[in-house]
C-alpha cells in the first residue's frame, strides 16, 4: 500500500524525522485557511501516488494566503500521469541550501535491506545511478544484526558529507528511518530530497511509503489510511472482475497467461521501444469469460492504442483462447489493433481459428518478438 506524502510524514513524525508542518486542503479556500495559520511564504504540494509531481506543475510556493488560494485553484484538478488531484498539503516553505536522498528498501536478490544516501538529491535517482554510480553509497542491513550506528556514519562520510552538524543529523535521521522501516512493515521508505537549510537544518522535504499489504492487519492505523475514493478506478474494475490488473503509463495494452509471460511482455514491448499500458493476467484458465473480462478492463484506460496479446499455451489451449477472443470481439466492440502471439498446446489449431474469422484489426504473429514490435508500431501509428 502506497502512502500519500503528508502519511508518510506523519508516520516520519512519530519516528522523530523532521518534517515541515503543515495542513491538508481540498478546496481552495481551505488551502487559504491553512496558509494564513501557517503563517510565512507556504509550498502547494498536489496529493497523488505518484512521484514527479513538481515536474508536472503539481508542487508551487505561495508567499501570502491569497497566493496559496490560487495555486490550489491551478493544482486542484489536475491530472498527473493519471492521478487526478483531489487533496492538496499545505506546507510552511523550506528554503534550501542543498538536496539529498535517503531511502531504505529491500534488496531482494540480496534478501536484506538497502540503505541509499547521495548528496545529489531532489532529481530523479535513477538518472544519479546511471550517470554518477559512485556518488551513489549503498549498504545493506543483516536484518537479524540489526541497524548500527556506524552504519549511518559510512553512508554520510561515504557520500562526502564533512559538516559535522550535518553528518550528525543525518545519522540520526538514518538510525528512526530503519526503525520507521520495521515497525511499519514498510517495503519502501524514501526521503527525496532530505534537504539542508542555510541554517543547516536537516528535513525531509518529502516522503514516499510503502507499506507491505500482507502486514496491514497488525497496522490498523495505516491501514486505514488506504483512500478507497483514489483508488484506480480500472483497477476497482478489475478487481470487481476477479482480474489480475495493474494500471501502466504506456499506450500498448498487454494480456498474458500466467504472471510470468505477462511480466516478460511487459519487458517485451519495452524492449521493442514501446510503453506497456498496464500488465494483465489472464491466469490459468484462458476460457471465453476470462478473456471478455480481462479485455473489458484493458480497452476502458483511453490511453491503451493497440493490445498484445500473448499466450502460451500450456494447460492453457490456444484454440480455447482464440474462440475467447473472438468471442470477447462479439461481445464488446474493440476497434483498437490486437496483435495476438499464439504458442504452445493447440496453436496451430487457435491460429486457424482467428485465420478463419479473420477481423480486420486483429493481426496474428508467429513469434513474441514479432508480436511487440507490430503492436509497438500499431500503437505508435494510432497515437
Ligand atoms: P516530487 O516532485 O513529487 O518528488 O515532489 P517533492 O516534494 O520532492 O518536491 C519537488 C521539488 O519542489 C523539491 O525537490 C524542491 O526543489 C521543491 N520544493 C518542495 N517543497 C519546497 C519548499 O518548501 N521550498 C522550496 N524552496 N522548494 C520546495
Ligand atoms: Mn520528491
Avoid at 163 to 171: F, L, M, R, T, V
Avoid at 185 to 195: G, Q, S, W
Amino acid at each position: 500500500m502506497d502512502l500519500y506524502e503528508y502519511q508518510g510524514k506523519q508516520l516520519f513524525a512519530r519516528f522523530g524525522i523532521p518534517v515541515s508542518e503543515g495542513r491538508l486542503a481540498e478546496t481552495p479556500p481551505a488551502a487559504r485557511a491553512a496558509a494564513q495559520e501557517l503563517g510565512g511564504p507556504v509550498v502547494v504540494k498536489a496529493q497523488v501516488l505518484t512521484g514527479g509531481r513538481g515536474k508536472a506543475g503539481g508542487i508551487k510556493l505561495a508567499a501570502t494566503p491569497d497566493e496559496a488560494e490560487a495555486r490550489a485553484r491551478e493544482i486542484l484538478g489536475l491530472d498527473i500521469r493519471g492521478h487526478v488531484v483531489r487533496k492538496l498539503w499545505i506546507e510552511r516553505a523550506s528554503e534550501i541550501a542543498k538536496e539529498y536522498y535517503l531511502s531504505l528498501t529491500f534488496d531482494r536478490s540480496a534478501k536484506r535491506p538497502l540503505f541509499m544516501f547521495t548528496t545529489q538529491g531532489g532529481v530523479d535517482i535513477e538518472e544519479v545511478a546511471a550517470t554518477s554510480p559512485d556518488a551513489l553509497v549503498r549498504l545493506h542491513v543483516d536484518p537479524l544484526e540489526g541497524y548500527h550506528p556506524w552504519q549511518a556514519r559510512r553512508l554520510v562520510y561515504g557520500a562526502g558529507v564533512i559538516d559535522p552538524g550535518e553528518q550528525k543529523q543525518i545519522a540520526a535521521i538514518v538510525g528512526k528511518l530503519y526503525d520507521a522501516f520495521v515497525r511499519c512493515d514498510a517495503m519502501l521508505c524514501e526521503i527525496n530530497p532530505l534537504i539542508v537549510t542555510p541554517q543547516g537544518e536537516v528535513r525531509a522535504l518529502d516522503s514516499k511509503l510503502t507499506v507491505d499489504d500482507n502486514a496491514l492487519f497488525r497496522h490498523a492505523d495505516i491501514a486505514e489510511m488506504r483512500d478507497t475514493a483514489a483508488a484506480d478506478p480500472l483497477e476497482a474494475l478489475a478487481r470487481e472482475k476477479s482480474v489480475t490488473y495493474v494500471k501502466l503509463d504506456g499506450e500498448v495494452g498487454v494480456l498474458g497467461n500466467g504472471a510470468g509471460l505477462t511480466m516478460s511482455t511487459v519487458d517485451v514491448v519495452t524492449f521493442a521501444g514501446g510503453r506497456p499500458a498496464n500488465f494483465c493476467d489472464l491466469g490459468g484458465g484462458g476460457d471465453a469469460q476470462g478473456v471478455v473480462d480481462a479485455l473489458s478492463v484493458i480497452v476502458r484506460d483511453p490511453q491503451v492504442k493497440a493490445i498484445f496479446f500473448n499466450i502460451f499455451g500450456g494447460i492453457t489451449r490456444c484454440d480455447e483462447v482464440a474462440r475467447g477472443i473472438l468471442q470477447a470481439l462479439a461481445e464488446i466492440e474493440i476497434a483498437l489493433p490486437i496483435v495476438v502471439r499464439l504458442d504452445g498446446t493447440n496453436a496451430e489449431e487457435g491460429r486457424r481459428i482467428l485465420a478463419e474469422a479473420a477481423p480486420a484489426n486483429l493481426h496474428v504473429e508467429p513469434t513474441m518478438l514479432d508480436a511487440a514490435r507490430r503492436a509497438v508500431e500499431l500503437a505508435r501509428v494510432a497515437a
